[in-house]
């Protein structure tokens, strides 16, 4: 069979979902799925209004369903769904039962693999209950950590006779190898209701999923361990923020001049105020485009110069955050060097190498270790443990991309609050 592009909705509200499936099915969707958190946020009139606004398509329901899989088809089918998503986690009773609900109701059941320990044995399990598809699903969590379904997805194809899903981040140069590996659904979610344009952004995935040629993108993508310095050079530190749950910011560190976007491994540095040695000695041993990191913890002299500067950048160091003072700063904005500091002051102390280099240290109220991502730019900095950058990084880029998006629909006529919906999802007291 022709592979078939499934475009998932997961949105919370449901004129943008509305709204965005009109443009994708423009651009050439083949089914449109109503996704689970729509679905938890709108409920079954999701679905209904799906129906109505789309009578040609095909409407997938992404219930999730791991119990009571009679009423849930049921409720699905009745309000317009086409194919109904059950949990392969589920008991067979419940396969079983929605099978059964589907068949009576007129809608197909696909089962979701995510989650599943052992996903060929299930698979074939599953197969047996009389279900219409199977799923191969990353889900988004997953994803920001670098997980891929298409080993599994190879692996599933092989052994079972249904069609297969696969859903995980894709875009327009994975797809290819999802139809190369025999999928049969190609279920695409942020690379298309995250677009600026979403008729576009699906016309090209539906090219490259029937011609099997991959369309570079810079967007809608995963960064491994070996990219993450382009993963953060793409974001901002409020993106970073945000991905972060609002940690990580250094408070009261500011650059010295606006323009800086500055990305780099920490190498710390801990001294007192006005001794200069530790942080001098720090450039010899900072390796390639890193940050010097050094705690001062607030002091008002400066540990930091023109001098010191110049042997940052020709050492090639990324940049520099002093949580404490630096000086000459005429001379530094003529360097375009980032600087990151606390305080200016004309006076500096003397070389008297307290402290220590690579040591644990606290700069601007957060904890920073030898190896941790640095980030600075017109917001502040911001420091992600190296222990989860690659996922903060991936999630980062997520929010970028959701912020284009909602940028456009706002440039369209909205506003903030219209978009969002914000009155409606106001916290509930009493």
Not at 11 to 19: E, F, G, K, Y
Not at 62 to 81: N, P, Q, W
Not at 82 to 95: E, H, N
Not at 129 to 137: E, N, R, S
Request: with cysteine; glycine share 10%.
């Amino acid at each position: 069979m022709k592979a078939i592009l499934q475009v998932a909705l997961d949105l919370l509200n449901l004129h943008r979902a509305v709204a965005i499936a009109e443009s994708a099915w423009e651009g050439g969707a083949d089914w449109l799925e109503v996704g689970t958190p729509l679905i938890k946020s709108e409920g079954m009139n999701a679905i209904r209004v799906f129906r109505e606004r789309f009578p040609d398509a095909k409407i997938v329901a992404d219930l999730k369903t791991i119990d009571t899989g009679a009423i849930e088809t049921e409720m699905a089918a009745k309000a317009g769904a086409d194919i109904v998503c059950i949990m392969g986690v589920a008991d067979d009773t419940t396969i079983i039962e929605a099978v059964k609900s589907g068949r009576r109701y007129g809608c197909k059941i696909m089962v979701d693999l995510m989650g599943v320990n052992d996903p060929i044995s299930r698979a074939l399990e599953i197969e047996k209950l009389g279900v219409d598809y199977l799923c191969i699903h990353v889900g988004i969590d997953e994803q920001m950590i670098g997980r891929s379904p298409l080993e599994l997805l190879r692996s599933v194809v092989e052994k079972t006779k249904l069609p297969v899903a696969v859903a995980g981040g894709l875009n327009s140069e994975t797809v290819v190898d999802m139809v190369n590996a025999g999928a049969s659904i190609i279920i695409v979610g942020g690379a298309i209701t995250k677009a600026k344009n979403v008729k576009k952004a699906t016309e090209v995935i539906k090219r490259a999923i029937l011609e099997r040629t991959k369309v570079e993108t810079t967007l809608f993508k995963k960064y491994d361990e070996t990219s993450l310095k382009k993963a953060f050079s793409l974001v901002s530190t409020p993106n970073i923020s945000d991905a972060m749950h609002k940690q990580g910011a250094m408070e009261g560190i500011k650059p010295i001049k606006h323009g800086f976007h500055m990305v780099g491994r920490a190498l710390t540095v801990q001294t007192i105020d006005g001794d200069w040695a530790k942080p001098v000695e720090a450039i010899d041993k900072a390796e390639h485009g890193w940050v010097i990191v050094v705690d001062v913890r607030g002091g008002r002299t400066a540990v930091w110069g023109e001098l010191a500067t110049w042997s940052a950048k020709v050492k090639g160091l990324a940049g520099v955050v002093v949580d404490g003072a630096v000086r000459d700063l005429d001379d530094l904005l003529k360097m375009d060097f980032p600087v990151f500091c606390r305080y200016i002051s004309p006076n500096a102390g003397e070389p008297k190498g307290f402290g220590e280099i690579g040591a644990e240290i606290i700069c601007g109220g957060q904890k920073v270790c030898t190896g941790d991502w640095i980030i600075g730019d017109d917001s502040g900095v911001v420091v992600v443990p190296q222990d989860i950058a690659q996922e903060i990084a991936n999630r980062a880029l997520n929010v970028k991309e959701y912020e284009n998006r909602m940028r456009e629909e706002i440039k369209n006529g909205g506003s903030l609050g219209s978009v969002l919906k914000l009155k409606k999802w106001e916290k509930k007291i009493g």
